[in-house]
């Protein structure tokens, strides 16, 4: 039997846990009812020391933050998420009203893989949850080595 399995058994069914960290009570509420009917799941932290609990105690598959909160900001969160071995590899996604004058993200915001501009479109969040979650199955299987076979079949 081969080690090989399709991408849609590995993935099928599974609930998609993403922990939004905002001090903002309002982007919590607006983003767990737009997720109520979709494959994602919300954990919410209103700062980095309870996001952090959350990291330790069940890490969710996605972290979403905001970049400016009151005390530690998202960039120290990012920094705290990549620096453990059990979420180095998260995808992150930071939004932020923060940019450049040339309408760049700041430098800091590099270590973050998405960035989505507040205020948000509702779409706008859906597709970067989605292109999160590609990256979150291929990271879980480069870990586990089990490639699927639909990889195969559209490099064909």
Request: proline share 5%; charged share 25%; no cysteine.
């Amino acid at each position: 039997m081969s080690n090989l399995t399709s991408h849609e058994s590995l993935t099928s069914g599974k609930r998609w846990r993403v922990l939004l960290v905002d001090d903002e009570e309002f982007n919590h509420e607006i983003l767990e009812l737009s997720l109520n009917k979709t494959d994602f799941s919300l954990v919410s932290a209103i700062n980095v020391a309870e996001a952090m609990r959350v990291m330790v105690s069940d890490p969710p598959d996605i972290l979403i933050t905001d970049a400016m909160m009151p005390g530690e900001s998202g960039f120290s969160l990012i920094e705290k998420v990549r620096a453990r071995p059990e979420t180095a590899n998260m995808p992150i996604i930071l939004w932020t009203i923060l940019e450049q004058p040339d309408g760049s993200v700041m430098d800091a915001s590099r270590k973050a893989d998405f960035m989505v501009s507040k205020p948000f479109y509702l779409s706008s969040i859906l597709e970067t949850l989605e292109k999160a979650k590609e990256m979150a199955e291929l990271n879980a299987l480069t870990a586990s080595k089990t490639l699927p076979a639909t990889l195969f079949q559209k490099a064909l």
